[in-house]
């Protein structure tokens, strides 16, 4: 197909403003999906027409009929040449993406002076160009924000006239590393002060989507335990100010290639997280917090622990993964050197990269090499994926474990299509419920030249019981692993059909699996956690020979018999 010949959402010449507005129905973007290639992987047979009329449905139905879905796969945490400790160009990471069979991509450059001053600018003109030359991926601008008084968050609006004017705003008033407001040791003199603005930033977000500035604006947390300076109440905080852009979580952060044996050296931890706790780290965190486990996050793998805690509120907080992408593993490129009386505080941006043929320091995988979102939308485009994402309809693989994944929760009584990811189901006291789980198995080598295979899938559940009085809380003790199913030696696309019962109060339901190359009890114990992610040794995490993929919770209202 040439360039003229594309269709109408893939033409160039189309602004992403014009294409989006009402998106191109699932229905037709079915039609086209061999233009994605692998990255789809579909829920489903074809779908009805409009998701408004699947929505209005879900309102009347009590089990729900939520749509079927295509996913689109992502990353939400890419460096390039505008940020200050990274080296590659727009075209080399949009590439990349493409190759690795990315749908959507958000820069996100770290705030800094030459940024804030220059370089977010000059890098709005360079997506552009790059939504031009890639019609078939969706790009978007964000921002890595140092959050006062604490690590880090992902911001990204939709395109639209004002998205680099808001996020350079954001940028100026907000960011904690800019204005000084970095200190958020407990007890400390300006701890309040700056957490209070980080809260202050976010509702400002929501205002300039509340009043039309952008379309839409997201927020995520990355690499929230990473230095531990992410403390619970914060991110309940950040969170409460805001639901509908603060949406969740890195579960598992980049820099997944930090450890390959004898590649960065005898401590390196997958995700760098090789830190020792520090003033600044929140001190109710146990030493093991400042770990992954598989490559994820202790407050996402740790079974009946953070992200459980946040879930078990009743409150959708999602999770995500990316690459974090600064400086690729065995990548043979280095950062240009700079001419005569610049730098990057008088430019926004580094000079060109430079091939020297011999590998290069690094710990990150390209764009979609390693790892993968995947998010669950009706309609092809920006507001589309950024939709889907805020419903939570993601679920996020490593090493392209799978090729899909549809999870509906339905009433056995019910003949619709039940619930998926993010989603909410009300039922009776005693209810029989059925969780469908449809796996498509990986059909082809990933990039390291193997076939992965799935070798478990467990589910998760726990209970729902509303607000915590300590906004400190990490634990859901009435969280654990409820059943594990062997899949070994399964192939191509198969359907789990797990039995639940409703009791008398509220619930949700998780999955995790694993190619079960790597697992041991969870931090909280066997009891809780049988066949759970564990550590590495510093320095022997090989990412591909330990991979994972988790989902986003189904929640479960109980009515009375």
Not at 311 to 339: C, M, Q, Y
Not at 519 to 543: Q, R, T, W
Request: proline residues 7%; glycine residues 12%; aromatic residues 10%.
């Amino acid at each position: 197909m040439t360039e003229q010949q594309l269709p109408t959402w893939a033409d160039p010449s189309v602004s992403p403003a014009d294409l989006d507005p009402q998106g191109v129905s699932r229905r037709g973007l079915l039609r086209r999906a061999g233009l994605f290639g692998a990255a789809f992987a579909l829920g489903g047979a074809a779908v009805p027409a409009a998701a408004s009329s699947a929505s209005a449905a879900s309102d009347r139905r009590p089990g729900g009929d939520d749509p079927r879905l295509a996913y689109l796969v992502g990353d939400h945490h890419i460096h390039s040449v505008y940020s200050h400790d990274a080296k590659y160009t727009f075209s080399q990471l949009a590439a990349a993406g493409a190759k690795y069979g990315l749908d959507w991509m958000v820069f996100t450059e770290h705030s800094n002076f030459g940024h804030a001053k220059y370089g977010a600018r000059l890098e709005h003109e360079e997506i552009l160009s790059a939504r031009a030359e890639n019609p078939r991926q969706l790009i978007f601008q964000g921002l890595e924000w140092y959050i006062p008084a604490a690590e880090h968050c992902t911001v990204f609006t939709a395109p639209g006239p004002n998205e680099v004017d808001v996020l350079t705003r954001f940028e100026s008033a907000y960011d904690g590393k800019l204005l000084g407001y970095t200190e958020g040791a407990a007890g400390a003199a300006d701890t309040a002060r700056n957490e209070a603005h980080a809260v202050k930033a976010i509702q400002w977000l929501a205002e300039q989507r509340r009043t039309g500035q952008v379309d839409d604006v997201l927020v995520l947390a990355n690499h929230p335990l990473r230095l531990g300076i992410d403390s619970p109440h914060e991110m309940r905080a950040w969170r409460d100010a805001a639901p509908e852009i603060m949406i969740g979580m890195e579960g598992a952060p980049g820099a997944q290639g930090a450890a390959i044996p004898g590649w960065r050296g005898a401590t390196s931890m997958r995700g760098e997280y090789e830190n020792k706790p520090s003033a600044q780290s929140w001190p109710g965190y146990p030493a093991e917090a400042f770990l992954t486990y598989g490559g994820f996050d202790w407050a996402t793998a740790t079974v009946g622990g953070l992200w459980d805690s946040m879930l078990a509120e009743g409150r959708l907080f999602s999770i995500t993964t990316n690459s974090d992408a600064h400086r690729i593993v065995f990548d043979t490129w280095k950062n240009g050197d700079w001419p005569a009386g610049q730098n990057f505080d008088n430019t926004g941006r580094l000079p060109d990269p430079v091939d020297t043929t011999s590998p290069q320091p690094g710990s990150d995988f390209w764009p979609g090499q390693f790892s993968r979102t995947h998010v669950g939308v009706t309609r092809y485009g920006y507001r589309a994926v950024m939709a889907g994402l805020r419903a939570g309809r993601v679920w996020l693989d490593h090493g392209h474990l799978l090729d899909g994944l549809d999870v509906r929760l339905k009433r056995d009584c019910d003949f619709g299509r039940g619930v998926t990811l993010g989603g909410r189901l009300r039922v009776r006291k005693g209810e029989k419920l059925t969780l469908y789980v449809t796996v498509t198995t990986a059909s082809r080598p990933n990039a390291q030249g193997i076939v992965p295979e799935l070798a478990h899938v467990d589910v998760i559940r726990g209970a729902v019981r509303g607000p915590v009085a300590d906004r400190d809380v990490w634990r859901a003790p009435d969280t654990k692993v409820v059943q594990t199913r062997d899949v070994s030696g399964r192939k191509g696309t198969y359907t789990l059909r797990i039995p639940l019962t409703a009791g008398s109060e509220p619930f949700y339901v998780r999955l995790r699996g694993s190619d079960g190359k790597r697992h041991g009890a969870g931090y909280l114990g066997a009891s809780v956690d049988p066949h759970g992610p564990i550590p590495h040794e510093p320095g022997n995490g090989d990412p591909w020979a330990d991979t994972w993929f988790y989902s986003n919770p189904v929640f479960v209202d109980v009515t009375g018999a």
